[in-house]
């Protein structure tokens, strides 16, 4: 016994007292401890430096392990380039709208007098005109340029051949080119309308002229009521030759001009006296006029507001199916054959009306088969019809 206590004496740190059980778990807590110190982190627990007395293994010093480096290659990582700033809040622009029939319809045409433009009627007057018309929904003006044997610009033909140069009216010389440039600037088209084709008054300057050289068809033509015309002979060469230079020079002149149009005044009326076909004359006269015309300045269009084909060929000699025409519009100018004609006017371009046939739009803007629509008003008085025209297409 009295061995036993010197041998455990004799140890020096007090080992004899603890069981060998605990020694070994402290022991073997340490180790593992130590062996699994990078996984644990033990030094976010433990402050810096800190000295474990461990028993037996003696002090173990326990530092903050270096960081290993990485296999994967040190460059940086790509960095996601800035995103632009949304631009601020800005309204949504409504799709257009549908368009409605009335402006579904290419030619929304109204007639003008070359006596629109007289007494000298200014730039302003004329500018403002069009933007009125355009205002009211019209987006073609068919004006007068042309009529009664005058031309109502400067014509070096008119000098050359008739010895004036244009009608006595007063007028401004660039009230054509002002009409031409304010209508393009709202895309709307000027059509040049050659008022009274081959026809004359008593009242045309050239008149006598025509009397005296013999120009001008036995008999007098009374196609409207209250008014005799004198109708040109185009079979002369010398007439024949006067229209078409007048025609050429007239393009060459307005070279901007979107369309050249006659009316039913090209034609000879069937009451005239003499049993004479004066067709395929008139026929070959329009034919090299156009070609002419065509060779001259080839974007204008030539066009004719007529009567129907088989009423103008059987009445008035002309038989404009054949003259190679652009476009040909179909006069309706009275109620007793109106539904009649509607079949010439969806076979063709379109159709003219007049005032007394208002009541009629509505069924013509909504029928999708006839194209285009022009208006001639009877009573002289253009600014008035738009105006209508434009109260009820509102209504519609």
Not at 190 to 211: Q, R, T, W
Not at 301 to 309: A, G, Q, T
Request: with cysteine; glycine share 6%; proline share 8%.
């Amino acid at each position: 016994m009295a061995k036993s206590r010197q041998n455990s004496k004799g140890c020096g740190c007090g080992c004899a007292s603890i069981p060998f059980s605990v020694m070994f778990l402290i022991l073997a807590g340490g180790i593992w401890l130590f062996t699994q110190r990078d996984n644990l982190d033990i030094s976010r627990v433990l402050p810096s430096g800190l000295t474990v007395e461990v028993p037996v293994l003696g002090s173990i010093q326990i530092t903050e392990p270096s960081p290993t480096p990485s296999p994967i290659s040190e460059t940086a990582p790509p960095q996601a380039s800035p995103q632009p700033s949304p631009p601020p809040d800005a309204p949504i622009a409504s799709p257009p709208s549908p368009e409605t029939p009335w402006e579904s319809k290419p030619i929304r045409g109204m007639y003008f007098s070359r006596y629109q433009v007289t007494n000298n009627a200014s730039e302003t007057t004329i500018r403002e005109r069009v933007r009125y018309y355009r205002d009211r929904g019209i987006n073609t003006l068919i004006h007068g340029v042309f009529g009664n044997g005058c031309a109502m610009y400067r014509s070096d033909v008119m000098q050359a051949k008739l010895g004036y140069d244009s009608c006595p009216n007063e007028f401004e010389d660039q009230w054509l080119e002002w009409l031409i440039d304010e209508a393009h600037q709202h895309d709307m088209e000027v059509h040049a309308y050659f008022e009274k084709g081959i026809k004359l008054d008593e009242n045309s300057p050239m008149f006598d002229k025509a009397v005296e050289r013999g120009w001008i068809v036995p008999g007098v033509d009374r196609t409207h009521p209250g008014v005799d015309h004198y109708v040109l002979n185009v079979g002369i060469p010398e007439v024949a030759r006067f229209f078409t230079d007048i025609v050429v020079e007239f393009v060459e002149k307005y070279p901007k001009i979107d369309a050249v149009q006659w009316d039913d005044y090209l034609g000879y009326h069937a009451e005239l006296p003499g049993q004479v076909d004066r067709t395929p004359k008139l026929t070959n006269f329009v034919q090299t006029m156009i070609r002419e015309m065509r060779e001259a300045n080839p974007n204008v269009s030539f066009d004719i507001c007529h009567h129907n084909p088989y009423w103008a060929k059987q009445y008035f000699a002309a038989d404009w199916e054949s003259w190679d025409i652009d476009r040909a519009f179909i006069q309706v100018y009275g109620d007793e054959n109106f539904e009649d004609e509607m079949g010439y006017v969806i076979a063709n371009d379109g159709i003219s009306i007049t005032e007394r046939q208002l009541h009629r739009l509505e069924a013509l803007v909504n029928d999708p088969e006839i194209d285009n629509l022009l208006f001639f008003p009877l009573s002289g008085q253009p600014q008035e019809m738009a105006e209508d025209i434009y109260e009820l297409v509102q209504e519609l």
